[in-house]
């Protein structure tokens, strides 16, 4: 008689890590004692069965609280305690977090030269975030959540690159809607002003007109005589109460956004007036 020794049979499970996040594909690998030549396997989630013939499981659809174990039939000869089961492994599943970046200007239409602050607000970045700005596709700034320039030029884009530390952050980096910033010139007003008779006769009417640049949309103008303001808010001026040496000047105030200096005065016009001379015979 040639007795066989029994062979005690055992299985036993193990994975990488057993909390992961959502969508994850995890790789459960049976490892058996004295399963024979070829043992076969029987993995079973939550008590149903999902697979069967390989010592390897997978699946990406794990939910929180699912348990797997499986079912070893060794094909030894004289192997006892077959089937095996294995011991069992819970799984911990996060849920993804989707990240999300916006950023807002202080500011998108601008006078050249201003600077404009930008603020970067994150959803699901978790405690430390890292940002990369960019302007018009390259990189620029610090890793931080504000960027600020002056040196912006009209059209530029500006966007932000957040990449979050989230362990279950999904959509990982996230990229902002572009900020497109409007840059006007800087432009600067002037004022001249002409007479339509340099030389009159005491009481004759004289018009006033005031030639202007950069005056905007909605300018406003005030008229002076020998500094005394006269007239209205108009970019003319008349009068029959000129006398000889009277100084003639206009206020201009530009409605411009990006105006040097939004109020400018003209130089002044002198008339000359010659008195009126009685006429005798």
Partial sequence: MTVTP????????ATATNTICSGTNVSITATPVNGGTAPEYLWMLNSDIVGTSSNTFTSSSLADGDVVSCIMTSDEACASGSPATSNAITFNVNE????SVSIDADATTICEGTNVSFTATVVNGGTAPSYQWQLNGNNIGIDAATFASDELSNEDIVTCIVTSNEVCAGNNPAT???????????????????ADNLIICAGANVEFTALTMNEGTTPSY??????NAV???????????????DAVTCELTSSEACATSNTVVSAPVYISVNSSLPVSV
């Fill in 6 to 13: 029994s062979l005690a049979a055992s299985v036993s499970i």
């Fill in 96 to 99: 993804t977090l989707p990240v």
């Fill in 176 to 194: 902002s809607l572009p900020v497109i910033i409007t840059v006007n010139p800087v432009v600067t007003p002037s004022i001249s002003v002409t």
């Fill in 222 to 227: 005030q008229w002076y005589v020998n500094g």
């Fill in 231 to 245: 007239g209205t808010n108009s970019s003319t001026f008349a009068s029959n109460e000129i006398i000889n040496g």
